[in-house]
């Protein structure tokens, strides 16, 4: 039998984990408060589909949790919220950590007790009042910081694959997550600067904005020495813009609904790097600001 999941963080990457994953497994959706219990997922296609999940609080999950757990929250809540659980979890409880940017997840590779996962992924999704739109398909890469637990990573790269969300588990996830990063960097900033969606930075006005952030992404990438996708930087940045044109990226909605932003888990890794290196970088220096 495929061991619980504990998806930790109702927001739009975990409605759709818990969504697609409870084919497959048990699953529990957790949150400060108790996310609903009947959720609605909209795929790619249009098709609509329905789950009843269990749905607990940190006080409220039964103790000790054992099997795997995925932390969807905020870059800038993931420790509070791993913090919150602990004394509910099994020390050996294996966490997949699935947060935007990098910095949490080498504080968090080094700190807890069991086996810690990094995932990356470009799935577009957001939230609704009854569920999650599954705006559109993506990759998904799963892995140790220093290639530890390959096993594991397998096991949990076939079952989000058999349910729906494509994935292969990989050697080098640091790398991908600098990847990942630069992707984000290209284009979260942007749409919720201009409250758009992803594909609109396709049309005449923001076009150029993109471009201009690629090129600084280039020499701030080339100068960590972190070597391009196999398609370069341009092409995966739009392969991405494509493959998510009707999804509201994650900053976006937090702009919308009036939460933080993650600017200092996306921009801030870059512009520490650019200062590292003497390089300027202007418009990202600029989309820090103003998306505080």
Known sequence: MTQPQLIVGPGALGRLLAVRLSELAPVTLLGRRPPPTRLALTAPDGHIVQRRLTSETAASLAAPFRGTLHL?????????????????????????????????????TRDWSGPVLCATTSEGAYVTADGVVHAG?????????????ADLAERLAALLSRAGLHCR????????????????????PLVARWRIRNGQLRDRPFRPLVEALIDELVLVMEAEGIAPPAEGWRAR???????TANNRAS?????????????????GPLLD????????????SALYDAVG
Request: charged share 20%; hydrophobic share 45%.
């Open 237 to 243: 940045v739009w392969r991405v813009i494509e493959g």
């Open 169 to 188: 588990a990989v050697g080098d996830i640091d790398t991908r997550l600098w990847h990942k990063l630069a992707v984000n960097a290209a284009i979260n």
């Open 273 to 284: 790097a650019a200062r590292r290196h003497g390089l300027e970088a202007p418009q990202l």
């Open 137 to 149: 398909h993506g990759e998904t890469y799963l892995g140790h910081l220093h290639g530890a637990y």
């Open 72 to 108: 969807t929250t905020k870059a800038y809540h993931a420790q509070a919220a791993l913090d919150g659980l602990a004394q509910k979890l099994a020390p050996d409880t294996a966490l997949v950590l699935w947060q935007n940017g990098y910095g949490v997840q080498r504080t968090l």
């Open 251 to 267: 900053m976006l909605q937090d702009v919308l609904a009036g939460r933080p932003t993650e600017r200092d888990a996306i921009l």
